[in-house]
């Protein structure tokens, strides 16, 4: 594997799932806070380490979390996130 690292990389994540993604989002995100988690420090340990477990299982959200990549959720966080953060 011979790259260039002189040159950006050009990421194209799939347009596909956009409304999916941020449904099981906030579908995940609700579950973890029910169950009296810290929504954010799971999602952060499940992106960072790729391990479901930070997913509670409670309203199927583990299983939810699985159907989408880590990338399309990252993707969708980054930008909900740079879209409020430009209407400051």
Do not use: A, C, P
């Given at each position: 594997m011979d790259r260039n690292f002189?040159?950006?990389m050009k990421f194209e994540p799939?347009?596909?799932?956009?409304?999916?993604t941020k449904k099981i989002?906030?579908?995940v995100h609700d579950a973890l806070?029910?169950?009296g988690y810290d929504p954010i420090n799971q999602i952060i340990?499940?992106?960072?380490s790729g391990d479901p477990t930070y997913i509670t299982s409670y309203n199927d959200a583990r299983s939810l979390i699985?159907?989408?990549?880590?990338?399309?959720?990252?993707e969708e966080i980054l930008n909900?996130?740079?879209?409020?953060?430009?209407?400051?």
């Open positions: 002189n040159e950006t799939s347009k596909d799932n956009v409304s999916e989002i906030f579908t806070r029910e169950k340990g499940y992106i960072l699985r159907k989408i990549e880590r990338d399309e959720f990252l909900y996130y740079l879209k409020e953060q430009k209407n400051i």
